[in-house]
């Protein structure tokens, strides 16, 4: 329902459950979801807050990274982000998007539970743009289950792996190649904060990276870089599908104050403003965009 001067009621400015019931396998596809989420290529309009920097987004195939990763080119930011194989497809309409806004991407295949893929995706970066001004860790890995008792070790240890490991990681590898001005942006949730049972090991983590994010911006704030997160509430993205009931696809974000799911271009904001010098006064800051759920 728009209003005068374009404002928007954010109850009905995008799509709201009932959604059709769906499911993907890991790692899901924003091009199989239905509705499509909304990544800003209609709406974001970029105001030159980033010209000249050079970003690191992990999972910027899809959802909020790929949000965030046409919002930063619109700002005047050239892209490195990774992606696993099988969001091919996804990585490509990401890779055409940052092209199309005017800026040089690098596109990374690698799975960030491991190590050497960390280094490899700043390597890449670094070769193509000369030095890192921004990292976002974005990627993470969601699984639902039905109690801690039913939760397998290997799943449990890909999640931290994945989510919590590779920041530490992809930190490690892209500090050397970070200079004073510029920042780190971790992705945590509303989950850190008000965990859902079957969400267990995945809301452990994201608790895990607002200690992370708080601990780094202490030790970094004397090398003149800046730590921050954004903890993001429901967002419709293909981790979604891709890892609850088909039930529970149809139902999401219907619980939120907001009555739906955030779109990843309701996101894409919240990091231009950590990552640009309109911030510059903002660090050890976790920034909730939830659709009205509150952070302690």
């Known amino acids: 329902m728009s209003t005068q001067h374009g404002q928007q009621d954010p109850q009905h400015q995008h799509p709201r459950p009932d959604f059709p019931e769906q499911a993907q396998p890991h790692p899901g596809l924003d091009s199989e979801m239905d509705p499509e989420p909304d990544y800003g290529y209609d709406s974001y309009r970029g105001l030159g807050r980033l010209e000249g920097k050079t970003a690191v987004i992990t999972g910027g195939d899809s959802g909020i990274g790929r949000a965030v990763a046409l919002a930063f080119a619109r700002e005047g930011a050239d892209v ?14 990401t890779t055409r998007v940052v092209e199309e806004a005017g800026r040089e991407v690098e596109a990374v295949s690698a799975d960030i539970s491991e190590p050497e893929a960390c280094t490899r995706i700043v390597e890449r970066a670094v070769d193509r743009f000369g030095g890192v001004d921004v990292l976002v860790n974005n990627a993470a890995y969601q699984m639902t289950f ?25 930190c490690q ?14 992705v945590a949730s509303i989950q850190a904060y008000k965990p859902s049972p079957p969400l267990l090991p995945y809301s452990s983590t994201k608790g895990a990276i607002v200690s992370f994010t708080k601990g780094l911006s202490q030790e970094l704030i004397e090398r003149g870089i800046r730590v921050n997160a954004v903890a993001p509430g429901p967002v419709w993205t293909p981790i979604i599908p ?51 759920q509150l952070l302690p």
């Not at 590898?173 to 971790?186: E, K, Q």
């Open 242 to 292: 891709a890892s609850m009931s088909e039930e529970k696809t149809a139902q999401f974000g219907k619980n939120a104050p907001v009555g739906r799911p955030g779109q990843p271009a309701e996101l894409a904001p919240a990091f231009v403003f950590l990552a640009s010098q309109e911030s510059s006064f903002v660090t050890g800051e976790v920034l909730g965009v939830t659709g009205g």
């Open 80 to 93: 490195a982000f990774s992606y696993l194989d099988a969001e091919k497809s996804d990585a490509d309409v």
């Open 146 to 170: 039905d109690g801690v008792e039913s939760i397998p070790a290997g799943l449990l240890v890909h999640t931290f792996k994945t989510n919590i490991i590779a920041m530490f990681w992809m």
């Open 173 to 186: 590898a892209a500090l050397p190649h970070m200079r004073d001005g510029a920042s780190i942006i971790n």
